[in-house]
């Protein structure tokens, strides 16, 4: 089944205690994305990749990182996670640019900072 | 970072009215697209328009990329219960790779 997974589905973490959000696509899709959903912000993006070993920061990058060693996985890192960054966390994939290719979602990524 | 706005924030209905938000924006976009969330889950791709004054429909679902390039519209007739969600829009600017979702529009059904 063609999808987007994401690992773990939920996590709750201390203040900066290194963490790490797998995401992987089986669709051989080049674009790869991160956003976080907070309440009333709807989603905004956190990295974006155009394919392996191309990134580019989003609307809100900081406190984040990403990398893109191979095209169908896109992790992304909290180096010292902050309770701020807790949110709901999504990737999302798509065969190329998006907007002329629909964005598939992975079933989010509940963190919880604490 | 840009953001796009949409109204109404929330809304609450009875089942068989028909529904409608929009979307806008202080600047152009040459990609308009509508995404529905259910609870729990991920966002998923209702309508792509793309082109100015364009109208598409879905089923019970009808959106519009409205003439100015600065906002959107979409309609749903008829609601169901299972029309609950969250519904996003998105837009996307030309010769660029980065997709702006709005703050989203948060629908209840009751029967």
């Known amino acids: 089944e063609a999808q987007v997974t994401q690992n773990p589905r939920y996590l709750i973490t201390v203040t900066g205690k290194k963490l790490t959000v797998t995401c992987s696509q089986n669709?051989?899709?080049?674009?790869m994305s991160w956003y976080r959903q907070d309440p009333g912000l709807g989603l905004r993006q956190i990295y974006y990749s155009m394919n392996v070993e191309v990134t580019d920061k989003g609307d809100v990058p900081e406190g984040y990182k990403v990398s893109r060693k191979e095209k169908r996985n896109f992790p992304l890192i909290l180096e010292s996670p902050s309770p701020n960054q807790t949110s709901l966390y999504f990737c999302?994939?798509?065969?190329?640019?998006?907007?002329?290719?629909?964005?598939?979602f992975g079933p989010g990524t509940r963190l919880t900072v604490t | 970072g840009q953001q796009l706005n949409q109204s109404p924030q929330s809304m609450f209905i009875q089942e068989g009215e028909d529904v409608s938000m929009n979307c806008t924006s202080s600047s152009i976009f040459n990609t308009w697209l509508w995404y529905k969330q259910d609870p729990g889950e991920g966002p998923v791709l209702l309508i792509a328009?793309?082109?100015?004054?364009e109208l598409t429909s879905n089923g019970r679902l009808t959106a519009q990329f409205g003439i100015t390039r600065k906002d959107s519209f979409l309609n749903i007739s008829a609601s169901i219960p299972s029309d609950v969600g969250i519904y996003f829009c998105?837009?996307?600017?030309?010769?660029?790779?980065?997709?702006?979702f709005g703050t989203g529009t948060r629908l209840q059904v009751f029967p």
């Open positions: 669709m051989n899709h080049e674009y």
């Open positions: 998105a837009g996307l600017k030309r010769n660029t790779d980065k997709l702006i």
């Open positions: 999302a994939s798509s065969l190329s640019r998006p907007g002329k290719n629909p964005l598939n």
């Open positions: 328009l793309y082109k100015a004054g």
